[in-house]
């Protein structure tokens, strides 16, 4: 027993499935996001997105092509929105924090080595050298 309280408690499986439940809360928003705002848009510019109707028949056989087309399109939308107001904004803050990080430093003119901003010396070949 105490082999599978161990298994439970472990962080791994408790991130795991914090991320789980963030992650269908998340796809419930971005889903109502593009249903609220994003669908009505569309039909505004080009009719109605839903094509659930759309159908053909072959030997009295039905195939219900509109549900995969809105299925495929709705997806695309989708994966536009996050695109969009999720991984770009993320990679933009991402890189203005190691930008934030990555000015610690600035190469000295004699001899090209990184030293500190705030330097007067540069540590390894000893010449002086204006703060940044």
């Given amino acids: ?34 249903s609220a705002f994003i669908g009505p848009l569309l039909a505004l510019l080009g009719g109605q997105p839903n094509f659930d109707n759309l159908s053909f028949t072959i030997s009295g056989t039905v195939f219900p092509y509109g549900k995969f087309l809105t299925a495929a399109i709705s997806f695309l939308i989708i994966a536009a929105v996050v695109y969009f107001f999720v991984v770009l904004p993320m990679a933009k803050l991402l890189e203005r924090a190691m930008r934030k990080e990555e000015a610690s430093e600035h190469p000295c003119p004699r001899c090209r080595s990184e030293i500190p901003l705030d330097a007067t010396r540069c540590k390894f070949c000893t010449s002086e050298v204006q703060p940044a």
Avoid: E, W
């Fill in 1 to 34: 027993m105490s082999g599978f309280k161990k298994f439970l408690l472990r962080g791994n499986l408790v991130d795991l499935a914090v991320a789980v439940v963030i992650g269908a809360a998340f796809s419930t928003l971005v889903t109502a996001f593009v």
